[in-house]
């Protein structure tokens, strides 16, 4: 996405959350326009709140440890590791791989 669609992007997960805030889809989605523009903070603020609507969905976990690998938090990164690992192994071994890669 190019800036100009990652702040459009924004404004819409934002009014969907306004409409629908027991959407999780939009605050993971909102989180994950966060962590493509390099805002980590605000990015695990909103895919925290997708996470404890949705525990058990791997893909908000996955983004979550990447936002805190990406602002360098490593033990919270390995939290969601744990986590990964036990809803699926397969996507675990995914993450740890990009967080040797990044951590390296």
Aim: aromatic share 12%; glycine share 6%; proline share 2%.
């Amino acid at each position: 996405m190019n800036e100009g669609k990652n702040e459009q992007a924004i404004k819409n997960f934002k009014k969907a959350i306004e409409i629908d805030p027991d959407c999780c889809a939009s605050y993971f989605n909102l989180g994950f326009v966060y962590v493509k523009k390099g805002l980590y903070s605000k990015a695990i603020e909103k895919i925290k709140i997708a996470v404890e609507m949705e525990p058990e969905e791997e893909e908000f976990h996955y983004t979550l440890g990447m936002a805190y690998l990406y602002s360098g938090k490593r033990w919270e990164a390995l939290e969601e590791y744990k986590i990964l690992k036990e809803l699926n192994q397969g996507t675990a071994d995914s993450f740890l791989k990009q967080m040797r890669v990044m951590t390296r």
